[in-house]
């Protein structure tokens, strides 16, 4: 799917710079940017989502292990 993806000069620059560095395109570096933020967000909702309704629920067993 097609996307515009708007950004300032500023953040152009960088881009274009890291592609450089990297000898990458811009888009392969923003794609590989999007892919990471979004992998490393979806890991820590999963963690906090079995935090929120898993660890409540051996709570008590958890408070006498530690005793």
Not at 8 to 11: A, I, L, M, V
Not at 63 to 66: F, M, N, P
């Given at each position: 799917m097609a996307?515009?993806?708007r950004l300032?000069?500023?953040?152009t620059a960088a881009l274009?710079?890291?592609g450089?560095?990297?000898g990458r395109s811009m888009q392969e570096v923003a794609r590989?940017?999007?892919r990471e933020y979004t992998d490393r967000h979806s890991r820590d909702?999963?963690?906090d989502r079995v935090m929120n309704?898993?660890?409540?629920?051996?709570a008590d067993a958890l408070?006498?292990?530690?005793q």
């Open positions: 996307m515009t993806l300032t000069d500023e953040e274009r710079l890291r450089e560095l990297e590989s940017a999007v909702d999963l963690i309704t898993e660890l409540p629920r051996f408070e006498r292990l530690a």
